[in-house]
């Protein structure tokens, strides 16, 4: 596997662990817990496997949110405020996960 994609899913990783901080402190289900984690690690396998010629910070982001929209939709549908910390939570660790992968890839 090649070392952009290792550092993808690491730094995604590292993205689902700060992401399920708050949620374990919320006692939030375990079901919702591995989706949050497991969508970081898939964006950030995405994130370093596309090849958008875009700054990696926009990269993320995008690519967070559009991985995202689909759970949105569901969760947006049963409890519309939770989507207030989760589009910030997307929105501060898809541009960083964009970020430090544009970075470390470089490097």
Do not use: H
């Not at 989706?35 to 958008?52: E, K, N, Q």
């Amino acid at each position: 596997m090649k070392k952009k994609y290792m550092i993808g899913i690491l730094l995604g990783a590292a993205a689902g662990v700060f992401d399920l901080l708050p949620m374990i402190l919320q006692k939030l289900t375990w079901d919702a817990n591995l989706s949050a984690f497991s969508m970081w690690v898939v964006v950030g396998f995405l994130v370093s496997a596309t090849d958008l010629k875009i700054k990696g910070a926009f990269k993320g982001l995008l690519v967070s949110f559009l991985v995202l929209i689909p759970s949105a939709i569901i969760i947006g549908s049963k409890e519309p405020l939770s989507l207030i910390p989760i589009t910030a939570m997307t929105l501060i660790l898809g541009s960083l996960l964009g970020y430090f992968q544009e970075k470390l890839s470089k490097s």
